[in-house]
């Protein structure tokens, strides 16, 4: 986003998301498929993989309902701000869904709906423009979900124990970790932009974004 730029017009008008029942289908199919992303990561059809679907569903609902309340205190509560703070609560119990219970679960993904709606609110108001919000979503919510599984790992789900049952150091694991990533990334993938930039460009040319990418892309429209 930072070596991209803006879009035409970003800032000057609203750019409504082009279709809220398609983007709620495709996130009730990402919920589901999460399933298998995290239960399956135990390998087997076992009492493990049970757990980690259950805290992966109860850290999503959790993420939904905090971000929808969130929303509704600057103004109306959308059907694209609920699959959002479910994606949020999604992305947050990954790192943990091997090792959290229900009620660690809850709040993981109640802090993540909150936490990634102030990050999208705070990425707006840097003028920056990321229409997915991968950053605010995936970014935020994945670091806080590697830093809460420190928090809330339970040696009753798994062998490994957290903060809250005495266990400081994996805690520290957690943020040396997670903090080492968010350098690696930034600093790699900002190298990596910039080179490609330079080279090939990353941006098509103001009239091509004008006349839409459907069509200066692609040479035919999505829609009819």
């Not at 479910?86 to 993540?112: C, K, N, Q, R, S």
Request: proline share 2%; aromatic share 10%; glycine share 14%.
């Amino acid at each position: 986003a930072m070596v991209i730029g803006k879009r035409v017009g970003f800032g000057s008008y609203v750019m409504e998301p082009h279709n809220i029942p398609m983007a709620m289908l495709g996130a009730g199919l990402l919920w589901f498929g999460w399933f298998g992303f995290n239960a399956g990561s135990a390998l087997g059809a076992n009492g493990l993989a049970a757990s980690a679907l259950v805290v992966t569903n109860t850290s999503a609902a959790a993420g939904a309902l905090t971000w929808l309340l969130s929303s509704w205190l600057k103004g109306k509560p959308s059907a694209l701000g609920m699959v959002s703070g479910g994606i949020a609560g999604l992305v947050a119990i990954t790192p943990a869904a091997g090792f959290v219970d229900v009620p660690g679960a809850m709040v993981i993904g109640a802090v993540a709906g909150v936490l990634c709606y102030m990050s999208l609110l705070f990425r707006v108001s840097r003028g920056l423009d990321e229409s997915c919000d991968a950053w605010a979503v995936h970014g935020m919510g994945g670091l806080w979900g590697a830093v809460a599984t420190g928090i809330f790992a339970n040696s009753a789900v798994n062998s490994y124990t957290g903060l809250l049952q005495g266990n400081f150091n994996q805690f520290a694991v957690q943020i040396m970790a997670a903090g080492i990533s968010v350098v690696y990334a930034f600093v790699v993938t900002y190298a990596l932009a910039k080179l490609v930039d330079s080279f090939m460009g990353l941006r098509v040319t103001e009239d091509e974004e004008y006349v839409g990418l459907d069509i200066s892309q692609h040479g035919e429209k999505a829609y009819a």
